[in-house]
Nanobody
């Protein structure tokens, strides 16, 4: 099993920034592909970004140029730097590990408890 603990959510005004962190523990050989999803009220959970331990990244179109994902392999931690935040970024952000693509849909095998990000207008 892999345990994921997120931190860094909060309330910010539009145009502001937040940095999320996610630390993994347990069977961390399953953390080569870690990243973030989010779920807004009344909407389905959606993929945000992924960081592979080899250094590659991939983003959902709606965050390109605003969010940056990075990882620290030694600490089994992944970060999400969110800039130029918009009210529509308001959601619960979930860290995930062993993220993979299945029939065009990003899925994760392990999940954190989620951290709330609220962007006020």
């Amino acid at each position: 099993q892999v345990q994921l603990v997120e931190s860094g959510g909060g309330l910010v005004q539009a145009g502001g920034s937040l940095r999320l962190s996610c630390a993994a523990s347990g069977r961390t050989f399953n953390t080569y592909a870690m990243g973030w999803f989010r779920q807004a009220p009344g909407k389905e959970r959606e993929f945000v970004a992924i960081n592979w331990s080899v250094g590659s990244t991939h983003y959902a179109d709606f965050v390109k140029g605003r969010f940056t994902i990075s990882g620290d392999n030694a600490k089994n931690t992944v970060y999400l730097q969110m800039n130029s935040l918009k009210p529509e970024d308001t959601a619960v952000y979930y860290c995930a590990a062993n993220i993979h693509l299945n029939s065009g849909t990003w899925l994760g095998d392990y999940w954190g408890q989620g951290t709330q990000v609220t962007v006020s207008s």
